[in-house]
T-cell receptor, first 116, second 112 residues
């Protein structure tokens, strides 16, 4: 149980275009989903916390207009990178916290974004 | 806010030996301490966790110990195998609705 999927697993896009990444909890309901960014050989950096049915809470320094997050249901959250630039290239990982659980969070497999 | 430190950053052990990774935290309100294993190009996978009302937890070759007084917790892997090679992250959390604070990671290499 507690499986989180992400789609796509990797994507290449051109500068100026937008990219949407989906995060789904497959076998549980998640009231809270987190979006992280990870640079090579570094730890996870929390970008935003997404609660179902409400606006996401962004960490300091993360542009909410650039990284649009929507958490429309208890099993789906999306991250849209708008007007992508090469510096947005990174590994994006989502995680989900189970509605019926305690503190546990389960991670998706990640999405590798490359902006050319 | 919480500050989690993790040591060592890299660790090499011979197959069959034990590996120990240590983390310290600063916020005494933290009460949940998970450990994640991340393989190259993949998302972190929860391998074991411990809550503040327990001092030790074991799952086969993996164990975690927690010292609340000293604010540190450790991951112990016994009888290491090459497939244990990965980056391991510790984290601290103080309850539902709060974010997780991660350590900087330990790259473990098990030498066959």
């Amino acid at each position: 149980g507690a499986v989180v999927s992400q789609h796509p697993s990797w994507v290449i896009c051109k500068s100026g275009t937008s990219v949407k990444i989906e995060c789904r909890s497959l076998d549980f309901q998640a009231t809270t989903m987190f979006w992280y960014r990870q640079f090579p050989k570094q730890s996870l950096m929390l970008m935003a916390t997404s609660n179902e049915g409400s606006k996401a809470t962004y960490e300091q320094g993360v542009e909410k207009d650039k990284f649009l997050i929507n958490h429309a249901s208890l099993t789906l959250s999306t991250l849209t990178v708008t007007s992508a630039h090469p510096e947005d290239s990174s590994f994006y990982i989502c995680s989900a916290r189970e509605l019926a659980g305690l503190n546990e969070q389960y991670f998706g497999p990640g999405t590798r974004l490359t902006v050319t | 806010g919480e500050n989690v430190e993790q040591h060592p950053s890299t660790l090499s052990v011979q197959e069959g030996d034990s590996a120990v990774i240590k983390c310290t935290y600063s916020d005494s309100a933290s009460n949940y301490f998970p450990w994640y294993k991340q393989e190259l190009g993949k998302g972190p996978q929860l391998i074991i966790d411990i809550r503040s009302n327990v001092g030790e937890k074991k799952d086969q070759r993996i164990a975690v110990t927690l010292n609340k007084t000293a604010k540190h917790f450790s991951l112990h892997i016994t009888e290491t195998q090459p497939e244990d090679s990965a980056v391991y992250f510790c984290a601290a959390n103080k309850g539902a609705g709060n974010q997780f604070y991660f350590g900087t990671g330990t790259s473990l290499t098990v030498i066959p």
